[in-house]
């Protein structure tokens, strides 16, 4: 089984999928890892130096590499879901689960990172949440594709938990 993380950047993709894939035993994959280990550099040289769209073929050929994996917890870039055919190949590989935030709040998340994200242009204050607000209009409608959507805000491994195994998998949990 492959659970996939989705939602736009700062959602909390990565820490959450660390949580649940420890809980439930599974390993852990982020695909922005995983290009820069293809890649050999970081996103942010990648996108710099060799454009966006190669970076999204790489963040392609990624997620494609990932049906050798299974029972793995997998955070998707922000950005995945929303180009070429991912959606429908996550929705194929596994079982998705969208971490829905408001522009406000993911604008606040984003400005207390420490992370930096190349396609925010180091915007910050209303800018940052205007922006943010015309990418989701653009992005939701793969992000609303998953197989389940829960409010990203306080979300916790064990929400996640009850939706992919309901009540007769519980065995899979660390207690
Ligand atoms: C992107 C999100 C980033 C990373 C890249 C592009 C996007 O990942 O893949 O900077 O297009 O939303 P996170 O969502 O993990 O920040």
Not at 73 to 80: L, N, P, S
Not at 108 to 128: A, C, V, W, Y
């Amino acid at each position: 089984m492959r659970i996939f993380l989705i939602g736009f950047m700062g959602c909390g993709k990565s820490s959450l999928g660390k949580r649940l894939s420890r809980k439930i035993n599974f390993d852990f994959i982020d695909l922005d890892i995983l290009v820069e280990e293809k890649a050999q550099k970081k996103i942010e040289r990648i996108i710099k130096e060799d454009g966006e769209q190669t970076f999204r073929e790489i963040e392609r050929q990624a997620l494609l590499s990932l049906s050798e994996f299974d029972n793995v917890v997998i955070a998707a870039g922000g950005g995945a879901p929303c180009f070429y055919d991912n959606m429908h190949t996550i929705l194929s590989m596994g079982i998705s689960v969208y971490l829905k935030m408001n522009p406000l709040s993911l604008a606040k998340r984003l400005e207390d990172s420490k992370h930096f994200r190349p396609l925010l242009k180091n915007k910050s204050g209303q800018e940052l949440v205007d922006h943010i607000r015309t990418m989701l209009i653009e992005r939701e409608k793969y992000y609303l594709q998953a197989n389940c959507v829960i409010k990203g805000e306080n979300a916790k491994p064990d929400h996640i938990i009850r939706l992919v195994f309901g009540e007769s998998e519980k065995f899979f949990v660390n207690k």
